[in-house]
């Protein structure tokens, strides 16, 4: 029984890579990386990760399985033990104290940043990514090789795309090696020493003697060549290893003398050879790169480790350069990315531990940022020497200073960047502005030019508190200037008089420096440094001598509203205070000026507003929770709480609207987002809900829209949140989208998605006429994945939009570089990009195109036929209904669910979502290894779905068929079917983009069925 069906991978952050191939035998070559288990079936179906950015949006993982080298379940794995002799690890604060400031009032110490720019980085990259590698920007990070699987050149479907790939990267100077599995295929270790695999190796050195000699191939990289943690009881184990890469050696030297000749490595050290047959000193003698997998996650080790583990390899590895293989993600049980930050303290730790290079793995999971890091770094002077360098007027600068300080009071944080010139700029960035501002002095209009500057590894301190006087904080500019100028890093400290003050704090004292300037055309005497947690919110705040002011102005008010909004709607709480022109209001008193805003909008009245000292309420307390004031209520109810605020000098506990109570703090929400919506607006709007801020937002309700064919921004957004959510978890289109109580069809939505994204660009708020736009005839393309940046995506969606306005009718794709994006994935990215601009009231810099997306899934359901049940409800040999782990799952599962749709919703889902797929025939497991493996096959997928089904009482049986998947590749497959009412559901949970009777991975019209069982009989 064959069964082969890829896993879903999510591919947002396409950048650095491993690469597996997906075949049928050994005759096809079969590479199933070590540092990745095999994943195989119809294609790579990709779905979007959590990240920080849009090309990040949350969305469950794809089906991987990934051994990356140090998860060796089945093997061995005492990393404690194993690595005690590499010492005491270092904590992060130790092991990065050099890229903060030293001790000295005057002196730095900087980032060796040689090693790195000098260093040789790798990617290992899958078969179906290659379309979507910017060879480019892989040049500018300083990648100068990528390890290519296999498969890409084995298999005529991806014939044309290698060779492209290959002339391309070949164009750009970037070496390719191709990627073998040696002894792991189809799932199966092979055991070099043994004679009955001597057929095996010889087939296995002609096959990579054909690979080698593949033009723009320049070398091999060697996976699995290892045994599986039992080396020590085999006969000539580690000889075994060395006498099959010398083999290697000595057919790629033949053919190309200059070719690399590398392998991926375990990384357990002294015991590596005895449980492996890796011998890192013997192996030296063949190979002209070793490539240890040092995955931390995966040992739940931390950076230090990386680079002890490095250390000792490199010792042994006699003279044999060394590129450390780095993982990516948290670890095979977390495929959360990590950081770009902290991946680039990850290489820096391998670097400065004596490894020549390093290898990521994997493409796909990835923080995209990592690559600016790289390219920074590679790049120092990028952007300084252009025709157009890119430079800033103090005076932007100044502006910048402001707003950023009044974000920082407001939320008690740091943002994410600041925007200048409509350029963002990270917080390292603007810190180097900010210390060239204060270096130049407050007068000069020279203006600053752009740096790309790192953000700092691990920000560290003391408990400052203190004040700093004129000398000494344009001093502490000044040696940020020269830091940052030298090391392309912006500092974990600056050394000071009172101590290290840290990175964050070191932005909020620049902040308000120059927001001192920018208010009153000179340098303050002092700053004061607290200290303050900027990530911790409720902490105070210190501002630079604020001036005095007899009134507060309604924009200030309004502008104020805006941030109490964001901060509640992120809280689901009040802030502590709220500061306006330098001043720090408690809440109550920002009451007062709400309201007294409120009614003099009303007026027309733009007269300053003198604040009050208000006391906060006694005793917060109402009975009002949701519920809607009309204009003329709203506006009565600010009348009759300012008479008691002025009489009582205290805000009211509640104030009483038809004989409901609002409380205080909701008083606050519902007043703050009228002044938040006349800010957006200039009018006040026409009704505001009351709701309760511990319950979620209601945005504040604007006027009737008299055109109902005409849509506004905030609209279309709305509908895009909505959509994207549908998507992910879907994984289709829904049918249609309804926008202010008008149902549209999805290219009417595509439509407007891509005028809201041009007019977003353009700060054009006018709203958007809906026009008749029918669906696409054939929705095609082959750009799965890849990441589009800003200039693309609005250039993309300018020639969209013409095509539509021309035919009236949805395109069946969009061309970029060659490569087409399907009508589906067209209309997710552009969905996420709007959902982006709504959370962050700006366009994302870039966008992922994610595959895997359909306009619907196909229905397969088969009418139940009045067969007897029993034999659907009880145990077989590889089904255990009565296991009781089986027994206990199924009723958590279906805890509280009241028909059987639900419950076997949740059991597939749960199998769906927890499960990874892994190669091999027939039955392997059962149902409860399957369950206590989390992997199998789609054979042992279907045992534990039927298990769980029948021990909830719900009859299930196994399906069999010859199915052709979405790649066109036509296998026996099966899935279950579960009884719901009088139809059997398919339910096969191999595949993300599958759900409960819907099935995306394979064609269900072509499907030839060659049985249903009640006992699989195999």
């Not at 690890?89 to 060796?112: I, L």
């Not at 919506?677 to 006040?684: C, H, R, S």
Request: proline share 5%; hydrophobic share 35%; with cysteine.
């Amino acid at each position: 029984m064959l069964c082969m069906l890829l896993v879903c991978f999510a591919l947002l952050n396409t950048n650095v890579i491993f690469a597996q191939m997906n075949a049928t035998s050994v005759d096809s070559f079969n590479n199933t990386p070590d540092s990745s288990y095999g994943n195989y079936g119809d294609e790579p179906i990709s779905h979007p990760e959590n990240t920080t950015s849009l090309t990040g949006d949350a969305c469950p993982t794809g089906k991987a399985e990934s051994d990356s080298g140090g998860n060796v379940v089945d093997d061995y794995l005492e990393s404690e033990v194993q690595y005690a002799a590499y010492g005491n690890q270092k904590n992060e604060s130790q092991q990065y104290a050099a890229y903060g400031e030293a001790a000295g009032a005057g002196n730095y110490t900087p980032v060796d940043l040689v090693p790195y720019q000098n260093s040789t980085g790798a990617l290992w990259v899958r078969y179906w990514s290659m379309d979507a590698v910017n060879l480019e920007e892989l040049k500018a990070a300083g990648i100068t090789d990528i390890f290519l699987d296999s498969e890409a050149l084995t298999n005529s479907k991806y014939q044309n795309s290698s060779a492209r790939f290959l002339q391309n990267a070949q164009e750009s100077g970037i070496r390719v090696s191709v990627w073998v599995n040696c002894f792991k295929p189809n799932s199966t270790w092979i055991d070099p020493a043994n004679e009955s695999s001597a057929t095996y190796i010889t087939d296995l050195l002609s096959r990579i003697g054909i690979l080698t000699g593949r033009a723009g191939i320049n070398g091999v990289h060697l996976d699995y060549i290892r045994y599986p943690g039992n080396a020590y009881q085999q006969v000539n184990g580690t000889t075994s290893i060395n006498s099959f890469v010398s083999r290697v050696r000595d057919v790629v030297k033949a053919i190309k003398p200059d070719a690399l000749i590398s392998a991926a490595l375990m990384p357990e050290g002294a015991v590596n050879a005895y449980y492996y047959g890796q011998n890192y000193t013997e192996l030296a003698n063949y190979l002209d790169v070793l490539v240890p997998m040092i995955y931390k996650g995966n040992y739940n080790k931390n950076t230090s480790w990386i680079g002890s583990v490095t250390n000792y390899i490199v010792s042994q590895s006699a003279g044999t350069p060394v590129w450390t293989g780095i993982l990516t993600y948290q670890s095979d049980n977390n495929l959360t990315t990590i950081g770009a930050d902290e991946l680039f303290g990850d290489v820096v730790s391998a670097l400065k531990n004596g490894a020549d290079g390093y290898v990521l793995f994997r493409y796909g999971l990835l923080d995209e940022g990592f690559f600016e890091y790289s390219s920074a770094m590679h790049n120092p002077t990028a952007g300084e020497n252009s025709n157009n360098p890119i430079s800033f007027s103090p005076g932007s600068i100044k502006d910048a200073a402001s707003r950023v300080k009044e974000y920082i009071e407001s939320n008690q944080r740091l943002p994410n960047f600041v925007t200048i010139n409509n350029r963002q700029l990270n917080m390292s960035e603007y810190l180097y502005l900010l210390a060239k501002v204060l270096e130049l002095n407050s007068g000069s209009n020279t203006p600053v030019a752009y740096k790309k500057i790192i953000e700092p590894l691990a920000p560290m301190g003391d408990p400052v508190n203190g004040t700093l006087n004129k000398s000494e904080y344009l001093d502490i500019a000044s040696r940020l200037v020269k830091f940052m100028d030298t090391n392309l890093i912006a500092p974990n400290f600056a050394s000071s008089s009172l101590g290290k003050i840290r990175f964050e704090n070191l932005v909020y004292s620049m902040s308000r420096a120059v927001d001192f300037v920018n208010k009153n055309n000179q340098l303050p005497n002092f700053v004061t440094v607290l200290n303050i947690d900027l990530s911790t919110p409720g902490q105070g705040t210190a501002p630079v001598a604020p001036p005095t002011t007899s009134g507060f102005s309604l924009s200030s008010i309004q502008d104020a509203a805006s941030r109490v909004n964001e901060f509640i709607a992120s809280n689901q709480k009040l802030p502590n205070f709220v500061t306006i022109n330098q001043q720090q209001l408690p809440m109550s008193e920002y009451l007062y000026l709400l309201l007294k805003a409120t009614l003099q909008t009303n007026t027309n009245n733009n007269n300053p507003i003198n604040p009050q000292t208000i006391n906060e309420p006694v005793n917060s307390t109402g009975n009002m929770e949701n519920g809607t004031l009309t204009k003329a209520q709203y506006l009565d109810l600010a009348q009759k709480i300012l008479q008691f605020m002025e009489t009582n000098k205290q805000a009211p506990n509640f104030a009483t609207h038809n004989q409901a109570r609002i409380k205080y703090e909701n008083l606050i929400y519902a007043y703050t987002r009228i002044m938040d919506f006349a800010k957006n607006n200039n009018q006040l709007p026409h009704t505001v809900n009351i709701i309760n801020i511990q319950g979620g937002t209601a945005p504040v309700n604007p006027p009737t829209n008299n055109n109902p064919n005409a849509f506004t921004l905030a609209s279309i957004q709305d509908a895009a949140t909505r959509v994207k959510t549908f998507i992910e978890t879907n994984q289709k289109l829904p049918n249609y989208v309804t926008i202010n109580q008008k149902q549209l069809n999805m290219s009417e939505y595509l439509y407007l998605l891509l005028k809201a994204t041009t007019q977003t660009n353009n700060n054009n708020n006018n709203p958007i006429n809906h026009q008749n736009i029918t669906e696409p005839t054939n929705s095609t393309g082959n750009m799965e994945t890849g990441t589009l940046n800003k200039a693309q995506y609005l250039d993309l969606a300018q020639r969209i939009l013409q095509f539509m306005e021309t035919n009236k009718q949805a395109p069946n794709f969009a061309t970029h570089n060659q490569a087409r994006i399907k009508y589906e994935n067209l209309i997710y990215a552009y969905t996420r990009i709007m959902d982006f601009a709504k959370n962050n009231k700006q366009l994302p810099n870039t966008v992922a195109i994610i595959g895997g997306i359909s306009s619907s899934g196909s229905s397969l359901t088969t009418p139940y036929q009045g067969e007897g049940l029993n034999q659907y409800l009880v145990a077989t040999q590889n089904c255990q209904v009565n296991n009781a782990q089986i027994q206990s799952l199924s009723a958590s599962l279906t805890s509280g669910l009241n028909n059987n749709w639900d419950k076997a919703e949740a059991i597939f889902n749960w199998v769906r979502n927890n499960l990874r797929y892994e190669f091999y025939y027939n039955t392997k497991y059962g149902a409860v290894n399957t369950l206590a493996n989390r992997s199998g096959n789609c054979v042992d997928h279907t045992h534990l779905v039927v298990a769980l089904s029948r021990a909830a009482g719900i009859p299930a049986r196994y399906a069999h068929g010859d199915c052709t998947f979405n790649s066109g590749s036509t296998y026996g497959h099966v899935w279950a079917e579960i009884l719901i009412g009088n139809q059997w559901y398919a339910a096969d949970a191999t595949s993300y983009s599958n759900s409960l009777g819907i099935i995306n991975s394979w064609n269900t019209a072509t499907v030839v069925m060659k049985g249903r069982h009640s006992n699989l009989p195999w």
